[in-house]
């Protein structure tokens, strides 16, 4: 690893997200967009080395950890594992940012795992960044104020345990197509977030019982939105309905 490195970046989210395409916007190359298959377009870890606020920094990416199947999930388990290794391998200390998806101010509890599962994990403990990424135009009013911030990092540590702290949540409005984010705010918070060094990595493992209680939400989210968007007859209508519920 390069001595100039500051330190490794790892944003990390479940499929669909966005977090490869803000990792680009960060300035990193990986590979993102639209799955027709239902899960995530990354399925392997990815880094590279960007600049970021003037320090040269590894961007790391991998896939989501919640799959429509287990053998799936678990293998994207294992993928996340070596992604938080890579601090500890590379003698680099490490920052942590998790992207969760906005529904009307409610967490999925894929998410919710995605940040228990990632909490455990890491020895010391991590501050972790929270990218609340996608959110509608009409709710970014509700993020503005502090009651919801609190409520929503309240939520998410007596669920997780995890440190997530109501000044290091970044809210980034859903993008009409063509617009690019202003991450700019999302670029200053990084410079304040902890780097720390790892000292240990347990792997993450993902149990039938944990599976099973998002399951049923994962497929239905899966099947619908799939069976919609290739359905020559319902796919264009939906696409303008969600133009107009922005």
Known sequence: MRDDVSCVLFITGNPGTGKSYIANHLGANFESGFAMHGGGVTTQVQQQIVDINGQNILMV?????IEPDLVAT???????????KLGKKNRKPLKIGIIVMDHNGRIQRSDMLLIQKVNQALTPRFEILLIVNQVKRRNMQHYATRECIETLVNRIHEYTQAIVRT?????IEDQDEGDLPDLEPLKNMLDKIVKQEVRDVQDIKITEEEFQTIGEQILIYTVATLAVLTSPVWGPPYLIYKAIKK
């Open 74 to 84: 678990r293998r994207n388990a294992e993928e996340i594992t070596e992604a938080l």
């Open 167 to 171: 000044d290091r949540v970044i809210v």
């Open 61 to 65: 990416d991998a896939p989501g950890l």
